[in-house]
């Protein structure tokens, strides 16, 4: 889509108002958006039952929004420190491929994809919330992060939520890159993709 060419629409407009263009051209770039999963897909709680299994909590807006970026062309990963077959699950009802969990150099894991999908790191974004997080957010072209991380950690993001990680602030994250790329405002000018209505839960 020509961005010389395009108009956005209103609801695009709203969202990237207060967004500096520089953040806005970073935005426009990415082709792989990574999130970690406790404290940004979930809001950092483990809990745990007699059986010693950790149960976490996901919510359906940020679910929704994931499942919108691969929608529109755009790969999502996930990257967690911790290992779980809860992560593994919900990964799947989304139809996430790239799942990749007990991961202590996240940077490493962010080149093998970026040579896996031939991208620049520039074209790749990353949201995270804690100092396992450093070397992937030092690495690629969109650092985003939530309120509840530390501030040496928020220092370092092009844009900070001003939703709590699991609360729907990696949703807020995705609207604004499909804002950036012309690509949210058809869904209110149109039915939405089959698939977003009838496939997998959100």
């Known amino acids: 889509m020509s961005q010389s060419t395009y108009i956005p629409h209103p609801v695009e407009s709203l969202l990237l108002a207060p967004i ?8 426009r770039k990415v082709r792989l958006m990574v999130f970690d999963v406790d404290g940004v897909l979930t809001d950092g ?4 039952n007699e059986d010693g299994e950790c149960l976490k909590a996901f919510h ?7 499942r919108l970026l691969q929608e529109c062309g755009i ?14 699950r919900r990964a799947s009802e989304l139809g996430i491929n790239e799942v990749h969990q007990g991961i202590r150099d996240k940077a490493a894991v ?19 919330d804690d ?11 969109f ?38 790329q012309g690509r949210l ?10 698939s977003l209505i009838t496939g997998s839960p959100q």
């Open 110 to 128: 962010l080149q093998q994809l970026a040579q896996q999908y031939s991208l620049d790191m520039t074209q790749i974004g990353f949201m995270g």
């Open 45 to 48: 709680r483990l809990f745990y």
């Open 20 to 27: 500096a263009a520089e953040t806005q051209e970073r935005l």
């Open 143 to 180: 650092v985003a992060s939530v309120p509840n991380a530390p501030q040496y950690i928020r220092q370092l993001a092009h844009w900070v939520s001003d939703i709590e990680g699991g609360y729907g602030a990696a949703r807020k994250c995705c609207d604004l890159i499909l804002a950036a």
């Open 60 to 66: 359906a807006l940020d679910g929704y929004g994931l």
């Open 131 to 141: 100092l396992i997080d450093l070397s992937a957010m030092k690495r690629v072209g």
């Open 185 to 194: 405002g058809h869904y209110f000018t149109q039915s939405p993709p089959v």
């Open 75 to 88: 790969t999502v990963a996930m990257i967690t420190g911790r290992q779980g077959t809860i992560v593994s």
